[in-house]
């Protein structure tokens, strides 16, 4: 993953806030994008796909195997190589003002950067559209992770601290230490 270089990076999501339960969720999937007239263009666009511009927080039970989206996006290309055909598929995040800061989700222990101002959106869209003799069709979905981000919990790696370890601040470590530490 890395930062789209066609757009200023402050206007790309923090990559900090990811972690193996919230996920990169890729808008597009790299399956509906890897195509292309020459092997070149397919690499870019293959590339591509991996911006973060391209991505919006999922949590791993919504984007991995067995979840809403990543279902509908096997079921999509699995119609695909069936029939051989293209299509157009449009989606994104449905953003709202209720819609939790990652800041308010996150672990008291996660390493992330603070104040993001990024929000975890609970609801996304997508349309699919094909022609079949020269008529227009599609599919249109509305996906809904807010009971995953429910049952979720902390969003980060979280680990209980062993018996006989004592957990403190950075800021008894750099009263003990003399070392600043700039997160």
């Given at each position: 993953?890395?930062?789209?270089?066609r757009?200023a990076?402050?206007?790309?999501p923090?990559?900090?806030?990811?972690?193996?339960?919230?996920?990169r969720?890729?808008?597009?999937?790299r399956?509906?994008?890897?195509w292309?007239?020459s092997?070149?263009?397919?690499?870019?666009?293959?590339a591509?796909?991996?911006?973060l511009?391209?991505a919006c927080p999922?949590?791993?039970?919504f984007?991995s195997?067995?979840g809403?989206?990543w279902?509908?996006?096997r079921a999509?290309m699995?119609?695909?190589?069936?029939q051989?055909?293209?299509c157009s598929?449009f989606?994104?995040?449905?953003?709202?003002t209720?819609?939790q800061?990652?800041?308010?989700?996150?672990?008291k222990?996660?390493?992330?950067?603070r104040?993001?101002?990024?929000?975890?959106?609970t609801r996304f869209?997508?349309v699919?559209v094909?022609?079949?003799?020269d008529q227009?069709?599609?599919?249109?979905?509305?996906?809904?992770q807010?009971d995953?981000l429910r049952?979720?919990?902390?969003?980060?790696?979280?680990f209980?601290?062993?018996e006989?370890?004592?957990?403190t601040t950075?800021?008894?470590?750099?009263?003990?230490t003399?070392?600043?530490?700039?997160?």
């Amino acid at each position: 993953w890395y930062l789209d270089p066609r757009i200023a990076e402050d206007q790309q999501p923090d990559d900090s806030i990811f972690s193996d339960e919230l996920h990169r969720g890729h808008m597009a999937a790299r399956e509906y994008v890897y195509w292309g007239r020459s092997e070149g263009e397919r690499q870019r666009a293959d590339a591509d796909s991996f911006t973060l511009t391209n991505a919006c927080p999922q949590l791993r039970s919504f984007n991995s195997s067995g979840g809403e989206w990543w279902n509908v996006e096997r079921a999509v290309m699995t119609a695909l190589k069936g029939q051989h055909g293209r299509c157009s598929v449009f989606m994104g995040p449905i953003f709202r003002t209720c819609d939790q800061a990652y800041d308010r989700l996150r672990s008291k222990r996660s390493t992330a950067n603070r104040g993001t101002g990024i929000r975890i959106p609970t609801r996304f869209w997508k349309v699919v559209v094909w022609v079949e003799d020269d008529q227009l069709f599609y599919r249109a979905f509305l996906f809904d992770q807010s009971d995953e981000l429910r049952e979720a919990g902390d969003l980060e790696f979280v680990f209980d601290t062993p018996e006989g370890v004592t957990e403190t601040t950075l800021e008894a470590i750099s009263r003990s230490t003399g070392l600043q530490f700039a997160f």
